[in-house]
Nanobody
Framework: QVQLVESGGGLVQAGGSLRLSCAAS????????MAWFRQAPGKEREFVAA????????YYADSVKGRFTISRDNAKNTVSLQMNSLEPEDTAIYYC????????????????????WGQGTQATVSS
């Protein structure tokens, strides 16, 4: 069983930055693929970024590529999402997700493939 707790959301102006963090419980965190999804009001949950067993394998949605960076610290059981050059369209609840990875490169962009979810953290970008 894995429990995920997100933090770091808030209100920022367009062009600003936020750093989201996700703290995970469990002794085998390093074997889990981790991801961030987001859900804006009235929209479906969408993939943002994912990471394999290490920072060597990262994946991004086209809409955030070059602006967001996902990373993980297996010693601290945390995964982070650094969000730069934020736009009002980035406003959403951001969710951390986890699933046991098949190998170090594994990731999925589908929310259906993830077994564990955090409660979400709100990020609001004003214009």
């Amino acid at each position: 069983q894995v429990q995920l707790v997100e933090s770091g959301g808030g209100l920022v102006q367009a062009g600003g930055s936020l750093r989201l963090s996700c703290a995970a419980s469990g002794r085998t965190f390093s074997n889990y693929a981790m991801a961030w999804f987001r859900q804006a009001p009235g929209k479906e949950r969408e993939f943002v970024a994912a990471i394999g067993w290490s920072d060597e394998y990262t994946y991004y949605a086209d809409s955030v590529k070059g602006r967001f960076t996902i990373s993980r610290d297996n010693a601290k059981n945390t995964v982070s999402l650094q969000m730069n050059s934020l736009e009002p369209e980035d406003t959403a609840i951001y969710y951390c997700a986890a699933r046991r990875g098949y190998d170090r490169k594994y990731y999925s962009g589908s929310s259906k493939d993830y077994d564990y979810w955090g409660q979400g953290t709100q990020a609001t970008v004003s214009s």
